[in-house]
């Protein structure tokens, strides 16, 4: 007792660093992100405004005062390039558990790596620091990509929301998963 | 799994219900306030104005919407008489504790256990309902009554604040006092349950 006993920086990944959203990050998110093939995944699938950036990167502030919300930019170890964002939202207090959600924004840093470690960060924030219990994310069905880490990052299939996702004249189901506290610290302890 | 395991509920006792404040009771508040030997007990010297009262119970809504508050009134059940009001605040959603604050403004009705009750009934919704860890309180060390209340619902002295409370011209210790949710479930719902 009185010692302090740290398990590891959640915002320094193996390849990412996690850090606040800035406003000087709204022309990378235009550059890549507010593209139809980008936001086929995540949606909303109309592309934004950079004063609907701006909005949202203040916001995430606001939210983060208010405990509401936590959001942070997904930026590469070494050369601080811009790669995307996670965040958790949505976080419930009482019963301890949040949504949270992740993107990579320019395809051409995909299948690297990035999406499964800035997720693991994010998960030690959640559980490490934010004392939370319970982890939710949704993705599309037809987003195979993102399951698959998902699945290696942890996280378990809990059910489907059918149709619920209304995309180029077809309904697709919006799958959800989810990770208990218990279940990422014993994984973290096999590290 | 599956099954609910009622244990209570933390709004009802036996002599008291907790419930919210609404601006109905303000004329029975504003009867009840302001008694100095009370306040003094409490460590709040200041007496309030209607509208100071009025804007009080207001900002409770606003409060308990963003969880950094949730404040009741107690209730007797006998003649549904309102004699006090009682708090978590100070709510830390991260470390997952809370500031308990109470007090009984009807001076007939203190050494009654209406207070006592109305602790145990708040203890019960910070532990079973929202789901904290730790409970603290601060009490000014002159207050002698409400530190055996205390004691004996199973709050620790954690901590003495070196006169911390000015009254009078004299200044006296205030005391931190606490208990953790493992201590509350052993002392107060070990078979109670099913």
Partial sequence: MGEITFKGNP???????????????????????????SRRFLGPFTPHSSLQEED?????????????????AITEKHTGEFLGG??????????????????IHNPENHEKGYGSDALRCMLKFCFNILNLNRVELGVYDFNSRAIHVYEKVGFKHIGRKRDDIFFEGSYYDHMLMDILRDEFLEMSQGK | MGEIDYKGSPFIGEKVKLR???LSDLD????????????????????FSKQQIEEWITSLKEKANKQSNFTFAIETLDNQELIGSISVRFLDWINRHGNLGVIIHDPSKVEKGYGSEAILL????????????????????YNARAI????????KESARQRQRIYFEGAYYDNFVMDILEDEFREQHEKGASA
């Fill in chain 1, 11 to 37: 915002f320094v990944g193996e390849t990412v660093r996690l850090r606040p959203y800035e406003q000087s990050d709204v022309e990378h998110i235009m550059e890549h992100w507010n593209t139809y093939n």
């Fill in chain 1, 56 to 72: 949202f990167i203040k916001s995430q502030s606001k939210w983060a005062n208010e405990k509401k919300a936590f959001g942070f």
């Fill in chain 1, 86 to 103: 996670t965040g958790c939202h949505e976080i419930d207090w009482i019963n301890r558990s949040t949504t949270v959600g992740i993107a």
């Fill in chain 2, 20 to 22: 919210p404040l609404e």
């Fill in chain 2, 28 to 47: 029975r508040w504003m009867q009840i306030t302001n008694n100095y030997e009370t306040k003094a007990f409490a460590s709040t010297f200041l007496i």
């Fill in chain 2, 122 to 141: 708040l203890m019960k919704f910070c532990f079973g309902i929202l789901n904290l860890h730790r409970l603290e309180l601060f009490v000014a060390e």
């Fill in chain 2, 148 to 155: 055996h209340v205390y004691e004996k619902l199973g709050f």
